[in-house]
């Protein structure tokens, strides 16, 4: 096997062998290497395209995807797996071009196999390799002839290096990237590396031509800068200054192209001027702190698993920017190789990760990890060194990651001291170094806001996971990254916003990276062809991590995630004051100014626009403010007032058109407006039989029908169906009784009976104009109780609902929702949308808050929800003022929400199930056929958190029992 060497832009001759391969696969690797003769016939066998996964081909006849996140899905037995051991044979034919005879080496590429493969050419066995996500290049000019020729290949779905690739995603054997053949001509150039450097407005070149002697002279030319450069020979390659130059950086990735040509060959390389340092506790690029607002990416399709497709990736890192993205962790292996080229391109820090994970030891206590282990040194350095060597020359990459949860230990040791010597100009990472015995930064996984803010505070007493007094002092003086956080699993995670406030608060503090961008759901079909997106155990597995694989700020369909949304309003560049004539911009960026940008303000009464404009905001640098007067702003009487202002791009960029907002704020400038308080009554008297109040109907003091249909309710809703991190046992806990380390807050809900609540009337009451009711709400099996006195009462001509709770003593959890819940029945008209005035436009919690605003909305019912890969609770708008329940376009049903005694309003959610129905499905096509739509007004939420891996929901969103009060106005159409 060849030197690893960069992935290069060559006018050197190449041909592709993706395509049709013909395939077979056994069970077994116990197999005779026939199949590589020339002559073989293998007309019966199957055809199979390359690049791609057999598992994900031929409709389950190859075998079924495996998921898990940690466990191996092989006995713990290192360096051996089992002899049923999935091996796939690929043969093709190839014609070698009659000019390539005077080619001084043939070359045989591969960008990425899975897992372990052997390679033959026309019978005569070239050689072999593992580093399923590595490249790996073979001489083949002995085997080579003129005409027709034969490729084999057979891969091993398991190998020794399986044992290092447990990199929490699917096991998807096969030839997954492209197959290349390369003619090297004889002085051709066989690397290039261009190290850039800026300072203080210029640029330097330091190359590395790696060429025989005979590819001299060699010429660097870089057009745009007047560089023309010509090295004799070896001996005279220098560094060079290129003058006056545009930095490179994530936000102003601004490339100049290269070309280094010798005396057969001409290389091509798109460069970056920019310097990477670490200087005390900062991380810097071109002299700037750089703060990471990154996402975690694997390379994940739900039709083609990790083969890459560009124009997909191209529309995928777009879609990053314009949610304000600037950085990728690569998790946890180097991605195909264009995906870097894209990054430089559009403009991301990039923190490039080896192709190493060994987290599946876990399960022995860590006992026989390689990483500690001097027989796997070599193969250690081996994944570092193609990382390195292949992706050096991207300006995107400005830190090395040596893997992900692989332990530690001396083999770990010895990559970061190689790549240190290879490459002075980027830090290493790796979070499990936690001592910093070998790595630059300090980097975490998951770490709460009050640790995180203790590693931002000089001088904390509080100790440092894994390190002594000694060793946390000494991670203290440096950078601190959190390399994961944010578990985005289902609907979640809360609390972002506290986060990127210690970021600000503390530059020790350089941000991090969520886990992860895009659930890795597999795009598969029920029995009778209902599209659904499978996840861990949807294949049958033995073992494997159920849905802990759909954890993405995207839904596998490309689809943004609510929280995407709350992601991009935290960490929008921009920061707006307001006073009450002016407000203040603060540019939040690392090296961007705001020319490109257009500020754009509107008034609006109770969510209707009333005024609105350009403002007049002069250039702001990085780093900089400016204070901008604000227009009048019309502030009504009787209406709420809110004004909002738009950072809008002023021109299209390559990720997103004119107009797109990049940052926004809301003031309110509302008058004071007391509610109206709740009418006392007096002189009630038992009551039975049918009454009618206004629009309301009710039978036995309970409602049959409101505005003409048949409704049921309100019922007292304790439960949602819980989320991800409501089932999550990870992780910090709220400082409170009310969570219990090691068990989920949704096992207590179930124990605690909040999923089957029983209703027992004390006592229907009426007087003029009123009725009330009282009822004890509780659980089979349990002596705990709710209050739930109900008030239907005539106020100004309208129908008004008061709804008070109160919990019995001895609750010891939190509770997910506090809520009343109305059935509506289909009744021929059913509801199928909502107009309302509150926040949104989509789904908001308590500790998720951030991208809401207020305003008037619209939705259909089916898209108030999101439809995550396993249902959960979704859907809840905060803060409504005024809801309009619609079927077919009309006005059915509208309610006024009144603000409780401190202020509070109630949010709202309307779907086609209950909670209970959502809870008891896996997938979405297990939900049942649905006759009614179901609207639940919530006085209170639970918040979200990060509890599937990370933190739970902290105190102050944590939905304690309680005491709390509903107010409605009711009234047709």
């Not at 390359?50 to 898990?68: C, F, K, M, N, Q």
């Amino acid at each position: 096997m060849r030197p690893a060497r960069s992935w290069l832009h060559s006018d050197a001759p190449s041909l592709s062998l993706n395509g049709p391969w013909r395939f077979r696969l056994s069970p077994t690797a116990h197999l005779a290497a026939d199949f590589a003769d020339s002559a073989f016939d293998d007309s019966a066998w199957d055809t199979l395209p390359v690049p791609s996964h057999w598992v994900l081909e031929g409709d389950g006849a190859y075998g079924r995807p495996i998921y898990t996140n940690v466990q191996f899905p092989f006995p713990i037995d290192p360096p051996h797996v089992p002899d049923e051991n999935p091996t796939g044979d690929y043969r093709r034919h190839f014609a070698l071009p009659d000019d390539w005879a005077r080619a001084e080496a043939v070359v045989l590429r591969f960008d990425g196999v899975e897992s372990l493969f052997r390679v033959w050419v026309n019978g005569r066995e070239i050689g072999g390799a593992s580093g399923s996500r590595l490249c790996h290049e073979f001489d083949v000019t002995a085997a080579v002839r003129p005409g027709d020729n034969v490729v084999a290949v057979r891969v091993h779905q398991w190998s020794a290096a399986s044992y290092v690739e447990d990199q929490d995603q699917w096991w998807l054997p096969g030839v997954f990237r492209d197959v290349t053949l390369h003619a090297r001509p004889a002085g051709g150039i066989e690397d290039v590396w261009l190290r850039t450097g800026y300072e203080d407005g210029h640029g330097r070149i330091d190359p590395e031509i790696t060429a025989d002697p005979s590819a001299f002279p060699v010429t660097l030319r870089v057009p745009e800068l007047g560089i023309e450069q010509v090295w004799t020979g070896p001996a005279d390659v220098a560094p060079l200054t290129a003058g006056a130059v545009r930095p490179w950086t994530a936000e102003e990735p601004r490339l100049y192209t290269a070309t280094v040509s010798g005396a057969a060959e001409t290389v091509t390389v798109r460069i970056g001027f920019r310097t990477v340092e670490i200087r005390g506790d900062r991380f810097l690029v071109n002299g700037r702190r750089v703060v990471f607002h990154g996402m975690n990416r694997h390379e994940t399709h739900p039709e083609r698993g990790r083969v890459f497709d560009e124009e997909h990736a191209r529309a995928d890192l777009a879609r990053m920017k314009r949610f304000n993205v600037n950085a990728i962790r690569t998790s946890h292996y180097p991605p195909h190789p264009r995906l870097l080229d894209l990054a430089d391109e559009l403009g991301f820090w990039v923190v490039l990760e080896c192709d190493l994970e060994t987290h599946g030891f876990d399960a022995v206590g860590w006992n026989g990890n390689p990483s500690d282990d001097p027989a796997w040194r070599t193969a250690y350095l081996d994944r570092i060194t193609r990382t390195v060597e292949r992706d050096k020359n991207h300006p995107s990459i400005v830190m090395w990651s040596l893997g992900n949860e692989a332990g530690t230990g001396a083999n770990l040791a010895a990559m970061a001291s190689w790549v240190h010597a290879r490459d002075t100009g980027r830090p290493v990472h790796y979070e499990g170094d936690h001592t910093g015995a070998y790595t630059d930064v300090y980097s975490r996984m998951y770490a709460s806001v009050p640790e995180t803010e203790q590693i931002g505070t000089d001088g904390s007493a509080a100790p440092l996971l894994g390190c002594t007094p000694a060793q946390g002092a000494r991670q203290r003086t440096r950078p601190f990254v959190l390399c994961e956080y944010a578990h985005a699993m289902g609907n979640g995670p809360g609390a972002l916003d506290q986060y990127e406030d210690l970021v600000h608060a503390h530059p020790r503090l350089h941000g991090g990276f969520v886990w992860e961008w895009r659930d890795h759901g597999i795009a598969t079909a029920t029995a009778d062809g209902t599209p659904y997106f499978a996840y861990g155990g949807d294949f049958g597995e033995v073992v494997h991590d159920g849905n802990f694989v759909m954890d993405g700020m995207v839904l596998s369909d490309d689809v943004p995630t609510p929280s995407l949304h709350e992601f991009k309003a935290v960490v929008q560049p921009l920061r707006f004051s307001f006073t009450a004539d002016t407000v203040e911009i603060a540019n939040l960026r690392h090296s961007a100014d705001t020319s490109e940008l257009r500020f754009r303000w509107r008034a609006e009464h109770d969510g209707v626009r009333v005024a609105g404009g350009v403002l007049d905001v002069p250039v702001v640098p990085a780093g900089g403010t400016a204070s901008v007067p604000l227009p009048s702003v019309p502030v009504a009487a009787d209406a709420e007032t809110w004004l909002t202002v738009d950072a809008v791009l002023a021109t299209a960029t390559a990720w997103a058109p004119e107009g797109h907002e990049v940052a926004t704020a809301q003031q309110d400038r509302s008058l004071p407006r007391p509610a109206a308080p709740a009418r006392p009554r007096g002189d009630w008297r038992p009551a039975e039989g049918t009454l009618t109040l206004g629009i309301a109907e009710f039978a036995a003091g309970s409602l049959r029908r409101l505005a003409g249909r048949p409704v049921t309710g309100p019922k007292l809703e304790l439960f949602r169906a819980p989320t991800d991190n409501d089932e999550g046992t990870s992780g910090e806990v709220a400082e409170s009784d009310a969570s219990i380390a090691g068990i989920s807050n949704a096992a207590l809900w179930r124990r605690d009976g909040l999923d089957r609540l029983t209703t027992r009337r004390m006592s229907v009451e009426t007087t003029e104009g009123a009725l009330r009711t009282v009822d004890r709400v509780s659980a089979a099996n349990s002596g705990l109780w709710v209050a739930v006195e109900s008030t239907w009462s005539l106020e100004d001509g309208e129908l008004e609902l008061r709804v008070e709770t109160a919990p019995s003593r001895g609750w010891s959890t939190v509770w997910p929702r506090i809520g009343v819940h109305f059935e509506l029945p289909d009744a021929g008209a059913p509801v199928d949308g909502a107009q309302w005035f509150g926040t949104g436009p989509l789904e908001s919690y308590p500790d998720s808050m951030r991208a809401a605003r207020t305003g008037r909305f619209t939705a259909g019912i089916g898209e108030l929800s999101v439809e995550y890969a396993r249902p959960q609770e979704t859907g809840h708008r905060s803060q409504v003022r005024e809801l309009v329940l619609t079927s077919a376009g009309t006005g059915v049903l509208r309610v006024t929400a009144l603000p409780d005694a401190r202020g509070r309003r109630p949010g709202f959610s309307l779907a086609r199930h209950t909670p209970q129905q959502i809870a008891r499905a896996a997938h979405p096509f297990e939900l049942p056929a649905s006759t009614a739509g179901h609207l639940i007004v919530d006085a209170a939420q639970h918040g979200l958190g990060s509890r599937a891996c990370g933190p739970d929901v902290w105190p102050p969103f944590a939905l304690r029992p309680e005491a709390r009060t509903i107010r409605l106005r009711l009234r047709a159409g």
